[in-house]
């Protein structure tokens, strides 16, 4: 690797002309939680290394999703960095869930505190990147013409951040206003008086139509398939309690290291059927007056696995739904009949079945009255036209590899990572792909962290990254790839992990469905089900063994 042994603590200058190449040892693509956490330890040891994020500041997923109710479903002091102890001492979060202008608040902290923005670079959307095989380098083509090149190129760009709309006819046509909800306007919506549509009750839509139904003049909520939703029970911070959170990181850290997931919620490893029933139905209730997601990860063993034992505890969440609804047929509606609890992710909401109570506020079951096309002044449906002022979708995202098909990749021969991708993502370890030396992906497709508590995830990335790149510099090594057979062994044990998992046969995210998208509707095996502890343990070994599996000169 060239210069690696210089520190270089500027932020190269941005060339000019379209012709002239920007150069540095490793290019991070994203500026978000994954993004500022490699751009520290790449300086921290030396590397000289820059990051182009398309938006124009930090923050990734906290920086675009803007939309109202937008927050935390994994407790805020799981979520934030743990690599310092002095940020985490100076700072406060102010609920249990936090809301997305603090999560962005402390990711600006965080890069101000690290003197990281100078070695960034905003408003850099790339179209695409190109292996050259007699130089060994990258070159990353934006948008705009520019051209940076790099030894390594790394990839920080997100599970969620493809947004996709729905293929409706006339979705151009609106002359009100209408957005993705990842898109959402930087400046304020006043939504006062104003007749809304939202289309999507996944985890966003449930986030905004809970925080809007009581703004809006209507409220109309076009829904295809519901989703099984539990309470999130947020609340406040005490400063006491935010002072015991402090004394207590090293053993948050420590339970979150051990659980699957990488959340404070564990499985409990004992069946449902060992227990008598009215003891079930004790815990269950105290899942369901709990925060977070206790209720879908802390639950006994066999419910995400065994049929019968799902049955068993959808039924009670689906009595929960039936209390909460006034109306039979609108609580109907909204309880899943295609899918058990927790077979995909579960949205948690804030007194979002209520929304339904209030007069203002209509649900469309769109199977039954399908949207036929969007018009200049709203929706019409099989049985009716429907006119407003604003239209949301919240209609999801081409998740896992969405981000990866939005750029160009080119690796060894001219085989783009798409065409590699076409019949669903082939990595190994999450971290790189055969064909693409030098690329690693910090997120990718079938890495562990993309099915974990997101920073915790990362953060074992991040640093088992690093330590692979002073591997690469104590050799003398340029060059790293993954082979073949390591890449199809690894690929095999991701289809392994899922079965015997009630979710592998659902159509979600977690499964690589998307019906917006060609070809998505098929399930893909897009995530690593075999849990942080066990993904953890691979990547030690693989260290252990001189980084086998990977090829190096």
């Not at 902290?109 to 670079?121: C, E, G, S, T, Y």
């Not at 419910?303 to 006034?326: G, P, S």
């Not at 969007?374 to 604003?390: H, K, L, V």
Request: with cysteine; glycine share 8%; charged share 25%.
């Amino acid at each position: 690797m060239s210069d690696i042994s210089t520190v270089s603590g500027r932020r190269a200058e941005q060339a000019d002309q379209a012709d002239q190449i920007e150069h540095h040892d490793v290019v991070v693509i994203g500026a978000g939680v994954c993004g500022i956490f490699m751009l520290y330890r790449l300086l921290e040891h030396g590397f000289d290394a820059t990051v182009l994020e398309a938006g124009s500041d930090v923050g990734g997923t906290w920086y675009w999703n803007r939309y109202p109710g937008a927050r935390f479903d994994s407790e805020s002091y799981t979520y934030g960095y743990s690599f310092s102890e002095e940020l985490l001492q100076e700072w406060n979060w102010s609920e249990h869930f936090a809301p997305q202008p603090e999560t962005l608040r402390y990711l600006q902290h965080v890069v101000a505190k690290f003197d990281l923005r100078p070695h960034m670079q905003f408003g850099c959307r790339v179209a695409r990147n190109t292996y050259d095989e007699a130089s060994n380098t990258w070159t990353v083509e934006l948008q705009d013409g520019r051209r940076v090149s790099c030894r390594v190129l790394m990839t920080a760009i997100g599970l969620l951040s493809a947004a996709t709309l729905p293929r409706y006819p006339g979705v151009e046509s609106f002359a009100g206003r209408s957005f993705h909800t990842y898109n959402w306007p930087h400046e304020p919506v006043d939504f006062t008086g104003k007749r809304v549509a939202v289309i999507g009750t996944g985890a966003t839509g449930v986030q905004v139509i809970s925080a809007i139904a009581d703004r809006v003049g209507e409220l109309t909520v076009f829904q295809r398939r519901p989703n099984w939703c539990a309470p999130l029970h947020n609340r406040p911070i005490t400063e006491a309690e935010m002072a015991d959170i402090k004394s207590r990181y090293d053993e948050i850290f420590a339970r979150c290291r051990e659980t699957p997931g990488g959340f404070i919620h564990g499985p409990v490893r004992q069946s449902m059927f060992e227990v008598p029933e009215e003891e079930r139905l004790a815990f269950w209730e105290e899942l369901y007056a709990s925060p977070g997601f206790g209720v879908w990860l802390g639950n006994y063993i066999d419910m995400l696995m065994d049929e019968r034992a799902n049955a068993e505890f959808t039924r009670f969440i689906a009595d929960k739904i039936r209390a909460r609804v006034n109306d039979p047929e609108v609580a109907e509606k909204l309880i899943p009949k295609d899918h058990g609890f927790g077979t995909r992710r579960v949205p948690m909401e804030t007194r979002y079945f209520e929304a339904y109570n209030r007069d203002n506020v209509h649900l469309v079951d769109i199977n039954e009255t399908p949207i036929e096309e969007i018009t200049p002044t709203g929706i019409r449906t099989s049985a009716q036209a429907y006119e407003f002022d604003i239209i949301v979708y919240a209609t999801g995202f081409d998740a896992i590899t969405g981000s990866f098909d939005r750029m160009e990749f080119v690796g060894v021969g001219g085989r783009t990572l798409r065409e590699k991708w076409a019949e669903g993502p082939v990595t190994y370890l999450g971290l790189g792909a055969s064909g693409f030396p030098n690329l690693l992906t910090l997120a990718g497709p079938t890495a562990g962290s993309v099915s974990t508590n997101f920073p915790r995830g990362i953060e074992e990335a991040v640093d088992w990254t690093t330590r692979l790149l002073l591997f690469m510099r104590e050799h003398g090594y340029e060059r790293i790839e993954p082979t073949a057979p390591a890449e199809r062994e690894w690929t095999d044990h991701v289809k392994e992990m899922y079965a015997g998992l009630l979710l592998s046969n659902a159509r979600s995210w977690m499964t690589g469905y998307n019906s917006n998208v060609e070809g998505h509707d098929r399930v893909r095996h897009v995530i690593y089900n075999g849990g942080a502890p066990r993904f953890r343990k691979r990547l030690a070994r693989v260290a252990e063994h001189g980084y086998e599996g990977f090829s190096f000169a």
